[in-house]
């Protein structure tokens, strides 16, 4: 491979990975060679066994992102080994896509299935999904800023790129920036560095809709929360609209300023769960149908089943079961569903439910000898205030409530006193060892050790 041909691929290929998930790149793509490029047309080889299927499904993506490495004409080939253009064995040539508008090529080569028409709406994100096609339809009018938060995994880059896309196609005059938090980050560093904090400003100001993603990148980071705090403000006084993402509301980025978490809150919080079954099955059947593949419904019922709290994995689960059946010659049914999904997903025993606050509490109450009222009470006497501060503990270590919720919980406290309950715990914990006593007996009566992990 000549030095130019290798410095050519590594930029297709850097864009090729960017274009789909992890899972898929390694499986199907990375094992492509670059073989020739002649007159803007590249030569790719591909694994015998899977070079129709990379030439079918991937034809696009891979023609996009060449396109945005050699130019509009470029043209991309996919051969088996052995055969090369010029032995009169050419393969059929990738599909082609227009670069004319390049902010538009930007966002399909970006990931072509990241769109409305491929997300797949169910009761736990469709306050989100909503508000994600309003703000692109009419940005800066509807919900300004807007927040989606959600644990990894459950569809939050998928609208804000749908965002992306859909603004870039309808109103092409509108200039759109999307990020994340930690590139804003590193890009405002870099500026730092090289004095060109200008030049940073005017590409993240200078815009009309400005999409982050895992904005909660930015705590702890002080120079990095002032630089994003006065942008926010001189877009928002601008009349752009902002989006942002988080794993987790605002209400709980703690460690973020106060200031920011109030922006962050003054337009709409659109929180994202974990998909039921049926919405699980639907993005499996969703994505075979996209990826063309001929699957069994019992084996998607499988993964469905299995996979309960991830987009992601759900997709990566469905992207191995194909791999496994297109190199061994296997039909994609529920035996080789399941036969996959033991190796990446042993099946374990139930977990038991996970105690809520109220449980706590009352295992409090029992273990110390008082009543509930006394336990939530403004009393501050040491009778009290220790067991209440282990409950709080507690319920933060074995709940997924939020410090306000968990103050709520005890008598409408606000969050900084939790915090205080969690340090004050945590320095008795390592201090003094009948503290620690009362502790684990106190984790003992909330979840028994027969029902532990």
């Known amino acids: 491979m000549n030095e130019e041909l290798e410095q050519i691929w590594s930029e297709v290929r850097g864009a090729l990975a960017a274009s789909v998930e992890d899972p898929t790149f390694r499986i199907w793509l990375e094992p492509l060679r670059p073989l020739a490029l002649e007159n803007h047309r590249l030569t790719v080889e591909a694994p015998r066994q899977t070079c129709d299927w990379v030439r079918e499904r991937f034809g696009r993506a891979l023609q996009t992102s060449a396109a945005a490495v050699l130019g509009a004409d470029a043209q991309v080939d996919v051969v088996p080994p052995g055969r090369q253009r010029g032995d009169g064995k050419a393969s059929r040539p990738s599909p082609q896509l227009s670069t004319a508008d390049p902010q538009?090529?930007?966002?399909?080569?970006?990931?072509?299935?990241?769109?409305?028409?491929?997300?797949?709406?169910?009761?736990?994100?469709?306050?989100?999904?909503?508000?994600?096609?309003?703000?692109?339809?009419?940005?800066?009018?509807?919900?300004?800023?807007?927040?989606?938060?959600?644990?990894?995994?459950?569809?939050?880059?998928?609208?804000?790129?749908?965002?992306?896309?859909?603004?870039?196609?309808?109103?092409?005059?509108?200039?759109?920036?999307?990020?994340?938090?930690?590139?804003?980050?590193?890009?405002?560093?870099?500026?730092?560095?090289?004095?060109?904090?200008?030049?940073?400003?005017?590409?993240?100001?200078?815009?009309?809709?400005?999409?982050?993603?895992?904005?909660?990148?930015?705590?702890?980071?002080?120079?990095?929360?002032?630089?994003?705090?006065?942008?926010?403000?001189?877009?928002?006084?601008?009349?752009?609209?902002?989006?942002?993402?988080?794993?987790?509301?605002?209400?709980?980025?703690?460690?973020?300023?106060?200031?920011?978490?109030?922006?962050?809150?003054?337009?709409?919080?659109?929180?994202?769960?974990?998909?039921?079954?049926?919405?699980?099955?639907?993005?499996?059947?969703?994505?075979?149908?996209?990826?063309?593949?001929?699957?069994?419904?019992?084996?998607?019922?499988?993964?469905?089943?299995?996979?309960?709290?991830?987009?992601?994995?759900?997709?990566?689960?469905?992207i191995r079961i194909v791999a496994y059946g297109s190199l061994t010659g296997r039909p994609l049914d529920r035996a080789l569903a399941e036969e996959v999904l033991d190796v990446l997903y042993p099946e374990r025993p139930p977990t038991p439910s996970k105690p809520d606050i109220e449980q706590i509490k009352q295992a409090t109450c029992a273990q110390f000898g008082i009543s509930p009222a006394d336990l939530v009470s403004g009393g501050r006497s040491p009778r009290l205030t220790q067991p209440r501060q282990l409950a709080m503990y507690l319920a933060r270590e074995l709940t997924a409530s939020s410090l306000p919720t968990i103050g709520r919980a005890f008598g409408g406290r606000d969050h900084t006193t939790v915090l205080h309950a969690l340090r004050r715990t945590d320095q008795r914990i390592a201090s003094d060892p009948a503290y620690r006593v009362q502790l684990e007996l106190l984790r003992s009566a909330v979840i028994p050790h027969d029902r532990r992990d």
Request: proline content about 5%; hydrophobic content about 45%; aromatic content about 6%.
């Open 104 to 318: 538009a090529a930007a966002m399909a080569a970006a990931n072509p299935k990241l769109t409305f028409d491929q997300f797949v709406i169910g009761d736990s994100n469709r306050l989100a999904h909503a508000a994600a096609l309003t703000v692109s339809e009419l940005p800066a009018q509807a919900y300004n800023p807007l927040f989606i938060c959600g644990p990894p995994g459950v569809g939050k880059t998928h609208l804000l790129r749908s965002i992306a896309a859909f603004v870039t196609s309808h109103n092409p005059g509108l200039a759109v920036q999307s990020t994340t938090g930690e590139a804003f980050t590193n890009d405002f560093l870099r500026a730092l560095g090289a004095s060109s904090l200008e030049t940073f400003k005017a590409r993240f100001r200078g815009v009309d809709l400005l999409l982050i993603d895992d904005v909660q990148f930015l705590e702890r980071k002080t120079r990095t929360e002032e630089e994003f705090f006065h942008t926010f403000n001189a877009l928002y006084d601008a009349g752009s609209q902002i989006v942002l993402s988080s794993d987790r509301p605002p209400r709980d980025l703690q460690a973020l300023e106060d200031r920011l978490r109030e922006r962050f809150q003054s337009g709409l919080v659109a929180d994202i769960r974990p998909p039921d079954l049926s919405t699980r099955l639907a993005i499996l059947r969703k994505r075979a149908q996209h990826d063309s593949v001929d699957i069994a419904a019992l084996a998607l019922e499988a993964v469905a089943q299995r996979i309960t709290v991830n987009v992601r994995a759900l997709e990566g689960a469905l």
